[in-house]
């Protein structure tokens, strides 16, 4: 139980265009997604803490106008990063809050690999 | 505001052998957990062991182990009869947030020599 399917795993698009990763919870109900950006060989980077049917939270620093998300359900987090730049370049990963924290706080997606030509 | 530091970019052990990942955290909380997470070179976020802060007695899964010192704010990783599986980066994470938003580290090269 507790899958989380992120989608797609790798995209590689030209400077310019949008482009957006699917998050689903495919046997919860995730009321909190988390959305991170993780560098080569770092750690993960806390970007924004979305909750369903409000506005996404946004970490310091990350521009709400280039990462876009949408959480409109219950079972789906969505995050566009608009006008993708070769800097956007990255690992992204999702994340869905547990219901208990003491188990697991959060599910993980497998991650997206962001590559902008 | 919570902090989590692991000191060691990078450690290496001999297959077989056991070695041990630091950990240490900051704050004011009394009642929080703390975790340890595996990322192989795939990259997928796997759940090592998992304490209570609450808990005195140390966790433990199959050949992994928690020492958790409260009082030092302390939590270190033993890795028994370590594995050429086991290589990978791993993370120390705290929280007691009620979003369950966790708190990184930044984390452990772990290298298996065979």
Redesign the interface.
């Known amino acids: 139980g507790a899958v989380v399917s992120q989608h797609p795993s790798w995209v590689i698009c030209k400077s310019g265009t949008s482009v957006k990763i699917e998050c689903r919870s495919l046997d919860f109900q995730a009321t909190?997604m988390?959305w991170y950006r993780?560098f080569p060989?770092?750690?993960?980077m806390?970007m924004a803490?979305s909750n369903e049917g409000s506005k996404a939270t946004y970490e310091q620093g990350v521009e709400k106008d280039k990462f876009l998300i949408n959480h409109a359900s219950l079972t789906l987090s969505t995050l566009t990063v608009t006008s993708a730049h070769p800097e956007d370049s990255s690992?992204y990963?999702c994340?869905a809050?547990?219901v208990s924290?003491?188990?697991?706080?959060?599910h993980?997606g497998?991650?997206t690999r962001l590559s902008i030509l | 505001a919570q902090t989590v530091t692991q000191s060691q970019p990078e450690m290496s052990v001999q297959e077989a052998e056991t070695v041990t990942l630091s950990c240490t955290y900051d704050t004011s909380e009394s009642d929080y957990y703390l975790f340890w997470y595996k990322q192989p070179p795939s990259r997928q976020m796997i759940l090592v062991i998992r304490q209570e802060a609450y808990k005195q007695q140390n966790a433990t899964e199959n050949r992994f182990s928690v020492n958790f010192q409260k009082a030092a704010k302390s939590f270190s990783l033993k890795i028994s009869d370590s594995q050429l599986g086991d290589a990978a980066m791993y993370f120390c994470a705290y929280t007691a947030d009620s979003n369950y938003q966790l708190i990184w580290g930044a984390g452990t090269k772990l290298i298996i020599k065979p």
Do not use: W
């Open positions: 909190t988390f993780q060989k770092q750690s993960l806390l803490t690992f990963i994340s809050r547990s924290p003491g188990r697991q706080p959060q993980f497998d991650g």
